[in-house]
Structures are given as structure tokens and as C-alpha cells.
């Protein structure tokens, strides 16, 4: 019996057009100023800015560079941060949480400049993003805060009734919702690749398919193996996030590879996507395990991703779910075919806040839990200016100390199911007791 197939491939449709590959085999230095863990946004934008003020840098990628979540990713440059503000209040101090809705307004603003500035080829739009409510009660809390955004930071954001928002998406499944203006879409594998080209002809060295195995301390330096060989380097970054292994056990037992799942539909009549996309706009929604969802950028097809549960092998439930999810939204996708539908890793931690922080020496530039376009580029040129000694440049409301660690946890995430079920649950109820 031929086996069932939800979707027509089962890799990332970003690299139709972006394709991942190794690159040419690099000559080992010796020595260097700075050697990068990890060639994704983070380690290419530290890499770049390193280069540029005149060091030598290379970073080491166990894989191909990209081929990990900066070119599996939705491509969505929200920024978000999954602590409430309130939350973060309650744990940081308020200073601390107005500095970090002041960053991610500046973190935005930073990744646009860098794609216009360095002239990125990669389809972004600054369409802005909708963001669902389930019941008419959220709606209310939703607004005051599309009103606290437009108020204290100036950002264009407003309330979207239940009235008004086939203006803005083509589903009668929420009760409202938020618009807000600053946040857009780009194809995530083309920009990495495009700041893969920028940073390489700054001068930075990138060894693909060279994997870090350990990194230790040398006196006033440091000595990190690979699997090309050792090299000693006056200082090392860290910027490996969802695919971080064993040659960093401290982070490791910090940050927990949470599988995010996408599929992507054939292409759609035009007349589909007006009525369902009328704006071309981002979607998110306000549920604990919520979808994003968005147009691809050619306009033709629907991106939706969540989380996946499952931990191993690529099982066809967690597809199956995306795809009941998307029909759920908008019951005419029915009847159309996915044409692809992928995985990669997210990293999640205990306060859920991206974070520099230095340990023994070794800077780290890591934990975006998910909202890495934005977040990736902008920390990990703050800890590039860290390890320049740029005070003013280096400056971040989210260097600090490092995430706490995670009990009876040392890489394997064997209670992730559990954690994803529970939120579900969860989402259910709150949908049955909303005012619907």
C-alpha cells in the first residue's frame, strides 16, 4: 500500500528559491581573535560587525550554515517577547520591562535599516500584522493594549472589532482582534543567505559542516576543537540557540529544542487569497499554542506554523494537525493540497527573554524562543560590541544573567509532550468559556 502523504515535500519551501548548501573548504587558522559557535542571523550578524572593526573571526557551523531555524522560520520580523508585560513587571521591575518593549520597537526598526542599508535581496514587506482574539472579553484587553503600544511608543497599533475584521482577514473565527503596523514579512532563507554574502566579503571565514566539539580555557585565551581541529582563539561567542549540543553543556542544560512545525498550500486563485488575505498582512493569535500565519511572498500560497509535539522521526500527526488548524480558519482550503510541510528546532527557557551574558569568559547570544528574525540579528551584534568593548553600542536590556537551568534536564526534552498537551488543554478551555 503506497504510504499517505500530506504534502507534496516534506522540506522547507524556502529553499526552492534559497537552497542550504556547504560551502567551499576553508583553511584552518591557527589563531584567532574571535571564533563563532553557530553561522545562523546571530553568529553572521556578530561575525559582520566583527570583521568590519578589523578582527579575525571565523564561525563554525555543525551544519550547513542556514540550514537550522534561519531558513526554517515563518519569516515573520515580530519581535515578540512571551512573557506579558505585566509578567516581566512582575519578575524584572517595571524599569526593566518598559526597556525591553523600548528594545523591540528599536530591535524592528534595526533589521529593517541593516536590509536597506546592505541592500539584503529578501523579499521583505512591511505589511504589518492582525492579531486574533477567541472571545469578546479578550478583544477589550486587546485593544488597551494596542492603545498602551500606540501611547508609550509611538507605534501604530489599534483595536480591530469584530465588525471590521473581514477588512483584515477572511475568517469569522475570532472575535476581534489588534492590528499593529511595525512588524512585516521577508523570505528567511534568502535573507540569511544575503547576510551570508555580506559578512563573507566583510571578511569573515565560515567553516560549514565543522562542528565545535568543546571549548576551554587557555590562559588569557581559549582552545576550541572542531572537527577540522583546534584552534585557539583571545575570545569566543556562543550563538547556537535551538541546536545547541554538547560542546556547550551550561547553555544546554538552559535552553530546550522545541520542534516548530509550517506547511505551506498549493497556489491559491487570486480571487482565494483577496477574500482570505485581503491585506497581505502577518496573523498571529492570542491562544497559549496559537498559529502564525502569513502569505508567502509572492502572494500565492498560505504559510501556517505552531508547535509539534513530537520529539522524534517526522510522524504525520503534527501535520495533520496544522492542516485541520488552517481548514479551521478557513474552511474553503478543504479540498487544496499542501505543497510542503517541514520542522526545525525553537529554543525555549525559564524566563523565555532572549539574553547576552557572559560565563568564564565565553559570551553567549542565544534564547529568542521563537521570534529569532528580529531578535537574532540585533543580539547578536550587541554581543559583538560586547566583546569590542563598545559601551554605548553594546548596550541591551536583555544582558543579563544567564537563564536559570532546568531540572533533571541535560538535552533531551522528554517532558515537552506533556508541557505542549497541557497548554492545549488549556486553549481549549478557554475557548469553551469564552464569550463567543
Known amino acids: 500500500m503506497k504510504e499517505y502523504k500530506i504534502a507534496e515535500k516534506d522540506t522547507p519551501y524556502w529553499w526552492e528559491a534559497a537552497p542550504v548548501r556547504p560551502l567551499p573548504k576553508q583553511s584552518l587558522a591557527k589563531n584567532l581573535d574571535v571564533l563563532i559557535v553557530g553561522a ?17 573571526v571565523a564561525a563554525f557551523d555543525a551544519m550547513n550554515p542556514g540550514e537550522g531555524a534561519s531558513s526554517r522560520n515563518g519569516g515573520i520580523t515580530s519581535g515578540s517577547i512571551r512573557p506579558d508585560y505585566a509578567t516581566i513587571t512582575r519578575r524584572f521591575g517595571e524599569e ?9 520597537k528599536i530591535a524592528r526598526e534595526f533589521v529593517y535599516n541593516l536590509i536597506k542599508t546592505e541592500g539584503l535581496d529578501c523579499d521583505f514587506r512591511l505589511v504589518g500584522q492582525f492579531k486574533g482574539v477567541v ?57 540569511h543567505a544575503e547576510l551570508l554574502r555580506v559578512a563573507l566579503a566583510s571578511g569573515l571565514t565560515v567553516h560549514s ?21 583546534t584552534v585557539r582563539a583571545r575570545q569566543v561567542l556562543v550563538c547556537t540557540d ?22 505551506v498550500t498549493e497556489e491559491l486563485a487570486p480571487d482565494v487569497m483577496a477574500r482570505l488575505m485581503p491585506k497581505q498582512m502577518t496573523m498571529t493569535e492570542g491562544r497559549k499554542l496559537g498559529f ?40 474553503e482550503l478543504e479540498n487544496f493540497k499542501l505543497s510542503h510541510t517541514w520542522f526545525g528546532n525553537v529554543a525555549m527557557h525559564r524566563d523565555m527573554l532572549p539574553r547576552i551574558f557572559e560565563r568564564e569568559g565565553v559570551v553567549y547570544a542565544t534564547g529568542f524562543c521563537g521570534s529569532g528574525v528580529v531578535w537574532a540579528p540585533w543580539v ?15 548596550r541591551s536590556a536583555f544582558d543579563f544573567r544567564p537563564p536559570a537551568s532546568i531540572p533533571l534536564y541535560s538535552g533531551n526534552p522528554w ?22
Open 40 to 56: 545562523g542571523y546571530t553568529g553572521l550578524s556578530a561575525g559582520l560587525t566583527l570583521a568590519r572593526a578589523g578582527r579575525s
Open 96 to 104: 526593566k520591562a518598559i526597556a525591553i518593549e523600548t528594545e523591540g
Open 135 to 191: 472571545g469578546f472579553e479578550d478583544y477589550e484587553k486587546t485593544a488597551r493594549s494596542a492603545d498602551v503600544l500606540a501611547k508609550k511608543l509611538g507605534i501604530e497599533a489599534y483595536g480591530v472589532p469584530y465588525r471590521e475584521q473581514g477588512k483584515y482577514i477572511g475568517t469569522d473565527f475570532y472575535r476581534g482582534g489588534m492590528v499593529r503596523m511595525d512588524i512585516g514579512g521577508l523570505h528567511p532563507a534568502k535573507f
Open 209 to 229: 559542516g565543522t562542528r565545535v566539539s568543546s571549548i576551554e580555557r587557555d590562559g588569557s585565551a581559549f582552545l576550541v576543537s572542531t572537527s577540522a581541529g
Open 242 to 263: 535551538g541546536y545547541t549540543d554538547g560542546a556547550v553543556p551550561y547553555l544546554r542544560r538552559r535552553l530546550v529544542p522545541v520542534r516548530s512545525r509550517i506547511i
Open 292 to 331: 502564525y500565519y502569513r502569505p508567502t511572498p509572492d502572494g500565492k500560497r498560505i504559510l501556517l506554523g505552531g508547535r509539534d509535539s513530537s520529539r522524534r522521526g517526522d510522524p504525520i500527526e503534527p501535520k495533520l494537525y496544522l492542516r485541520n488548524g488552517l481548514v479551521n480558519l478557513f474552511p
Open 380 to 394: 547578536g551584534t550587541r554581543a559583538a560590541h560586547k566583546l569590542l568593548g563598545h559601551t554605548e553600542q553594546a
Open 415 to 436: 517532558f515537552m509532550p506533556a508541557i505542549i498537551q497541557g497548554y492545549r488543554i488549556q486553549d481549549r478551555i478557554a475557548f469553551y468559556r469564552a464569550r463567543r
